[in-house]
């Protein structure tokens, strides 16, 4: 099941809390929908776990979702650790008319703060 919260309505945040697998990342896919079906525009925090796998297929597949959805997701906060990962965050910039922001671990409350304004 997927960890999630809510900040304030529109503003969506999801734990990836184990390694990601096709289904692991439908069924968070699944989740961001729901969402999106109640309000028009979602801002959405996203924190990698330490410790969990991300494929680069999982991560290209989510690329798609984000360019579907684009219009949709005004922001888009990834906190991780994993530089190669907040390196393609850097290059979705460029496909997605959402607007992304990386941040460290350590950064997490810089991030919630980013994503709730």
């Not at 999801?14 to 961001?32: A, F, P």
């Not at 410790?51 to 684009?70: A, D, I, R, T, Y």
């Not at 907040?86 to 979705?92: A, E, P």
Request: aromatic letters at 8%; charged letters at 30%.
């Amino acid at each position: 099941m997927i960890t999630s919260f809510e900040l304030a309505g529109n503003i969506v945040g999801v734990m990836v809390d184990k390694d990601v697998t096709k289904e692991y990342l439908e069924e968070l896919h699944s989740r961001i929908e729901e969402k999106l079906k109640e309000h028009d525009q979602i801002n959405l925090f996203c924190e990698i776990m330490p410790g969990n796998e991300v494929p680069l297929k999982m991560l290209l597949k989510n690329l798609q979702f984000k360019f579907e959805h684009s219009k949709q997701i005004n922001k888009m906060a990834m906190v991780t650790d994993l530089a190669w990962i907040r390196g393609i965050m850097d290059l979705d910039k460029n496909f997605v008319s959402t607007e992304i922001e990386c941040f460290h671990l350590k950064d997490r409350l810089e991030a919630i703060h980013w994503i709730s304004l």
